[in-house]
């Protein structure tokens, strides 16, 4: 057997505030709108992938969530993988061999919580350690984790990251790549509280959904024409002078007109269920009620919550989610234990649950609750986490 090389890392999810949503080039995976996204911390929800390489290894393989899964067509592997290893810094050190990839999330299936964004960060950032790449210029690793998936080139920065379209977005992706508008450590009393919210129905996927949008809504082409640069100027600038006010406006906004969007599109696309939209009611009522934005929701494509706000709101914001939506299992129901103890001891104001009275839903409509902050980019772990066999080649992790 010859040598094994192997790099095992971590990467984080990130929730947008600017969404988006349709593509310019498909080939490229360019978009037709700037977008920007909050990193979320990896303590809660991650991916972890090892990338190993060997000129031993018979054949490329890839395992996720332990399972072996075929990457024959895989286009967005191979852009990541061979975009990589284009860039190693010691040129021609690895041509030709075959890599052995394993990679699990910390997402729940049932969860229905997007994963890509996480996974194709991790795949790209554990190729660029596994082979020492160099970037030629700032930001060249995001346009290679965007082909994997549009959301990852966001996912390779901590804090608040923006993702520039390019300048020629249809002929050549070279600059449309993710930037870092501030790390995390700039404002870190921001929050996200993620409401996992029951879903029946089978969605439909981001990437067959932006497809039928730009073919058909004139919503979307004039959100992307007229709404989005304004949109970015002004939330990146309340981003940097921390306020929420300004922030959470913009970031709700967006979210209803990308829900606009999905229902301007022909045929409609349904991302957003009842409860999603109880969700939205509750935090009106809830701001009116407090006399500024507080708390800021923002859905994907589908029918999630996530809603933003501040460290010193966190837990009166937790408290109305208990009280609105009942759980049947007290200790799963939020990811973290101490914070569901402060939340259930906290005495709402009476005059906020009479306003609240018709918001009462059934028990199990939100599932779980994960309370998390913003937090920094992929991290390179220790050998010692490596899921793959470093004498062998085989997965080592078993779901
Ligand atoms: C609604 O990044 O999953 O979450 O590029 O086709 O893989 P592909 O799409 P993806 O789309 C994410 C869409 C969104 C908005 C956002 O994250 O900006």
């Known amino acids: 057997m010859s040598e094994i090389f192997s790099a095992t890392v971590s990467a984080p999810t990130n929730i947008a505030c600017i969404k988006y949503w349709g593509k310019a080039s498909i080939p490229l995976n360019t978009p037709i709108n700037d977008s920007v996204s909050v990193t979320l ?78 996974g194709y960060a991790a795949l790209t950032f554990a190729f660029k350690e596994l082979f020492d790449a160099k970037e ?8 290679i984790a965007r082909q ?26 070279e600059d449309s790549m993710a930037v870092q508008i501030a ?19 089978k969605d439909t996927s981001s990437t067959k959904g932006m497809s039928t949008s730009v073919a ?32 959470g406006k913009i970031t709700m906004m967006d979210s209803n007109q990308f829900h606009a969007t999905c229902l301007d599109t022909y ?22 009620f407090c006399g500024e934005i507080r708390a800021a929701y923002t859905f994907d494509a589908g029918p999630n919550a996530v809603l933003y706000t501040l460290e010193k709101y966190q837990i009166e914001i937790l408290a109305l989610v208990l009280h609105c939506y009942p759980c ?32 009462h839903a059934s028990v199990g409509d939100v599932k779980v609750v994960y309370c998390t902050e913003s937090g920094p980019g992929p991290l390179r772990l220790d050998d010692k986490e490596s899921l793959i066999d470093l004498v062998t080649g085989d997965n080592l992790y078993n779901s």
């Open 328 to 359: 049947s299992d007290k200790s799963a129901f939020v990811s973290n234990s101490n914070l569901a103890e402060e939340a259930r001891a906290f005495k709402l104001s009476d005059e906020l649950v009479d306003l609240v009275a018709v918001n």
């Open 216 to 247: 058909t809504s004139k919503l979307l082409a004039h959100r992307a024409d007229s709404i989005v640069a304004k949109r970015m100027e002004d939330i990146e600038k309340a981003y940097l002078r921390k306020d929420f006010e300004s922030f």
């Open 148 to 173: 994997g998936s549009g959301s990852a080139c966001r996912s390779l920065y901590g804090g608040f990251v923006a993702w520039r379209k390019g300048n020629d977005p249809y002929n050549n992706g």
């Open 41 to 118: 911390h990896q303590k809660d929800l991650k991916a972890v992938t090892t990338a190993s390489c060997s000129a031993s290894f018979k054949e490329d393989k890839l395992w996720l969530n332990g399972i072996p899964v075929s990457l024959e067509g895989n286009k967005r592997f191979y852009s990541c993988l061979n975009g990589v290893r284009a860039l190693a810094k010691e040129k021609g050190k690895f041509d030709g061999m075959k890599v052995h990839v394993s990679s699990y999330n910390t997402f729940p299936t049932a969860a229905g919580l997007a994963s890509s964004a996480a």
């Open 136 to 143: 030629d210029y700032e930001g060249q690793l995001s346009t």
């Open 267 to 288: 045929p409609p696309i349904f991302y957003m269920n009842d409860i999603s939209k109880g969700v939205i009611q509750l935090i009106h009522k809830y701001n009116e």
């Open 183 to 201: 790390p995390e450590s700039h404002w870190p009393e921001i929050r996200a509280l993620i409401l996992v919210v029951s879903d029946k129905k």
